[in-house]
């Protein structure tokens, strides 16, 4: 059947268009207006040339769900619009796309640099996963200086890493900057943009060459579906190569996995191929039909929630910078951050509403200041239309050594804010009830 919506142009309309409308065409078969969740393993050839078409990746239809599926596809389109890339693949979770990305690009013998401001999921896959498979990791001293970037590179780096705005101290990634040293030096940058979200942020389209994002959090909104996104940027050159040798080997000679396929030769989404050919097919990090089209729901209404989320993100930071059992409040909004200069370059209007502040005292104070809160949940989780709060130390980083807290800058005094978008009135008195437990202690 036909209809006369068409959305094969989507890319040109706006963003909040786009964040409704790209790579969801209406289904050929019944007309239904919401994306179909195709809830199949597999799907039938029509011949025996035509399956061996499908495996020989001339002919791009389905062949397994864990490679792709339908509904899936569709949200990858929609992710890759946003975020600005020209493809996108979708994994089980956040973290499944972060291996992804680097696994992509290292192998045994390769180097990354990155900042030490990371989730604490994050920085232990760097310093523990990936030192098993034989991946190196440098934490730069001082992220805000390009000079710490630079002074880390090694003969055998291939990437750096980082995070637009920091998970917990909500910095602001100098972008443009960070990725002029890693083309100096002939390898990309990976941000994570899971915190800022293509509606705030668009890394793509300020040097970086590849993003990733926990679509758990923010795109999806309401903490029901676990996700995570790789949108290649398609402008990197995979060819290049550091004295006289190729720096990323395994995009220019033969994959004996994948019938001598040279991912180069397949032009501007190169990386978005090899990280599903090889990294998805093998490993199995597929995401559910069911959690791609959960977050389809959830990018109906993604800038709508972000804007919230922002707006009473800054008043709840303004309300604890003026609090006297506050010591400091990490939020690059308000103007004493030392990362308002870089939101301002960058020409952001808004940081995020993640944000993270030291008490008066330290663990028992924390932990007695969060005990004491009804509205807001003590979850381990960020972008939920709900207010949450957690004590990193103790649960998130968790796993950090007392040098990987500091650089976080995380202590035992800190608590994590994830902003909802409930009244925001309500969210500062929930608040008070902390400070009231504390005062009566």
């Known amino acids: 059947m036909t209809t006369k919506y068409d959305n094969s142009n989507a890319n040109n309309w706006d963003f909040n268009t786009r964040a409704i409308h790209a790579g969801q065409p209406v289904d050929s078969q019944t007309g239904a207006r919401n994306l179909p969740i195709y809830l199949t393993t597999?799907?039938?050839?029509?011949?025996?040339?035509?399956?061996?078409?499908?495996?020989?990746?001339?002919?791009?239809?389905?062949?397994?769900?864990?490679?792709?599926?339908?509904?899936?596809?569709?949200?990858?389109?929609?992710l890759a619009s946003l975020e600005g890339g020209v493809y996108a693949v979708l994994f089980?979770?956040?973290?499944?796309?972060?291996?992804?990305?680097?696994?992509?690009?290292?192998?045994?013998?390769?180097?990354?640099?990155?900042?030490?401001?990371?989730?604490?999921?994050?920085?232990?896959?760097?310093?523990?996963?990936?030192a098993r498979l034989g991946i190196e990791t440098t934490f730069v001293e001082n992220p805000d200086d390009p000079a710490s970037w630079q002074a880390a590179v090694q003969d055998n780096t291939v990437a750096f890493y980082a995070?637009?705005?920091?998970n917990p101290q909500a910095d602001v990634l100098d972008i443009p900057t960070v990725a002029q040293i890693a083309h100096d030096n002939k390898v990309p940058l990976i941000v994570d943009n899971t915190i800022a979200t293509a509606a705030l942020v668009r890394p793509l389209e300020l040097g970086a060459d590849v993003v990733v994002a926990s679509t758990t959090k923010f795109y999806t909104g309401n903490g029901s579906a676990l996700g995570?996104?790789?949108?290649?940027?398609?402008?990197?050159?995979?060819?290049?190569?550091?004295?006289?040798?190729?720096?990323?080997?395994?995009?220019?000679?033969?994959?004996?996995?994948y019938h001598g396929l040279k991912y180069a030769d397949l032009g501007a989404p190169a990386f978005g191929l090899r990280a599903r050919a090889s990294f998805l097919r093998d490993t199995g990090a597929a995401p559910s039909p069911f959690n791609a089209w959960v977050l389809a729901q959830g990018l109906d209404t993604l800038t709508l929630r972000v804007e919230r989320h922002n707006e009473?993100?800054?008043?709840?930071?303004?309300?604890?910078?003026?609090?006297?059992?506050?010591?400091?409040?990490?939020?690059?909004?308000?103007?004493?951050?030392?990362?308002?200069?870089?939101?301002?370059?960058?020409?952001?209007?808004?940081?995020?509403?993640?944000?993270?502040?030291?008490?008066?005292g330290g663990k028992d104070e924390a932990w007695a200041f969060i005990d004491a809160l009804k509205l807001h949940s003590n979850v381990a989780n960020i972008g939920d239309v709900r207010s949450l709060v957690v004590h990193p130390a103790t649960t998130t980083h968790s796993q950090s050594d007392a040098h990987g807290l500091e650089?976080?800058?995380i202590s035992e005094s800190t608590i994590r804010l994830s902003v909802g978008i409930e009244d925001v009135r309500d969210i500062i008195a929930d608040l008070e009830l902390g400070f009231e437990a504390l005062k009566n202690r």
């Not at 790789?230 to 996995?257: H, I, Y």
């Open 228 to 257: 995570g996104v790789l949108v290649d940027g398609g402008k990197f050159d995979w060819t290049v190569e550091r004295n006289g040798k190729p720096v990323f080997p395994d995009f220019v000679t033969p994959d004996p996995a």
């Open 163 to 166: 995070e637009t705005f920091g």
């Open 42 to 78: 597999s799907y039938v050839f029509n011949n025996a040339e035509h399956a061996k078409q499908r495996f020989a990746l001339e002919d791009e239809g389905p062949i397994y769900s864990r490679l792709t599926n339908p509904t899936v596809a569709a949200v990858e389109d929609r």
């Open 92 to 130: 089980g979770s956040g973290l499944a796309a972060e291996t992804a990305a680097i696994l992509t690009v290292a192998r045994e013998g390769s180097h990354i640099v990155t900042s030490p401001r990371l989730y604490g999921g994050t920085e232990t896959l760097f310093q523990v996963q990936l």
């Open 407 to 409: 650089r976080a800058g």
């Open 312 to 360: 009473n993100a800054k008043q709840v930071a303004e309300y604890l910078a003026g609090h006297d059992l506050v010591t400091k409040v990490n939020f690059a909004g308000l103007e004493s951050s030392p990362w308002y200069s870089v939101k301002e370059k960058l020409g952001l209007k808004y940081t995020g509403s993640v944000l993270s502040f030291d008490i008066k």
